[in-house]
């Protein structure tokens, strides 16, 4: 599998871009854009004073605003990358500003309920397709951003019924230019696969971390001390963006409470194992679980170096 992007396209996909909120995807998106030559002009728009000036210190896009209708004008692409609670908001105050033909996409970890958000407030003749990128890191803001963010990574699409199929299909060339590998899904789907893949796993680790801090027993340096490979990989996972987590949850609620239950149902099962000592019971399990590691590793989803891949200091 190839580890890096290829050349850059000879015609890009859309004349300009319009990315709104510039952290670690809006930020890795304009790099790609940029490198693979995805358009001909990028728009970085962002609410923040500080995000803008440091977006156009990294020169990491060829116009930037803070405001919203503004930045869409002329944009035949635009892209939310914002938490998934304020993509309604966000809709409504760039819609005056979108022309027809536009295309309408977001990166949102939930998609069910960013498409009701966003779809009342779009003109007729805008094009709404919905996409997440499964890819990122603990980090946040415009110096996180890197352009490889999304190599290899899958990127879901959720076109709702009806859309425009060149619509879809040129959102789908966007995302395959970036690196991705691309499927579709629809919005209910989406939702109930990533509330066990990824949003119940993060709130074990949010669950699991927090334990630890509220230990009376255990001091905080310990903590850190002692920290295993397990615990550390918790960390990582914990150390994620609070206010798009804090959507996640709130947005996905339905799919992430009854994974929830399932977890539960399948924890007590581990802890009578636990208590009335089945070995073969808990042998069978982490045997199952096991084969699910090697599983994303053959997929190319994950390395199966020693560390999970980490570098030491002194290859980096």
Known sequence: MADRLGPARAEPIFDRVALIGLGLIGSSLARVVRRMNLAREIVAVDASDEVR?????????????????AGVRDADFVILCVPVGACGAVAEAMRNGLKPGAIISDV???????????????????????????????????????????????????PPEGCDPAAAAKVRAFWE????NVEEMTAEHHDLVLAVTSHLPHLIAYNIVGTAADLET?????????????????????????????????????????????????????????????????FEHFTR???????????????AAPDFGRQKPDEQ
């Open 53 to 69: 000036a440091r977006v156009t210190a990294l020169g990491i896009a060829d116009h930037v605003t803070g405001d919203l209708a």
């Open 218 to 282: 255990v001091t905080e340096s310990e903590v850190i001390k002692f920290s295993a490979g397990g615990f550390r990989d918790f960390t990582r996972i914990a150390a994620s963006d609070p206010t798009m987590w804090r959507d996640v949850f709130l947005h996905n609620k339905a799919a992430v409470l009854e994974m929830l239950g399932r977890f539960a149902e399948d924890l007590y099962a581990l802890q009578r194992a636990i208590r009335w000592n089945d070995g073969d019971a808990l």
């Open 177 to 180: 230019g970036a690196g991705s």
């Open 108 to 158: 949102g970890s939930v998609k069910g309920s960013v498409v009701a958000q966003v779809t009342p407030h779009l003109p007729e003749g805008v094009h709404f397709i919905p996409a997440h990128p499964v890819a990122g890191t603990e980090y946040s803001g415009p110096d996180a951003g890197f352009a490889t963010l999304f190599l290899n990574r899958w990127c879901i699409l959720t």
């Open 289 to 303: 679980t096991r084969a699910i590691r090697r599983g994303i590793i053959d997929l190319g989803q994950e390395t």
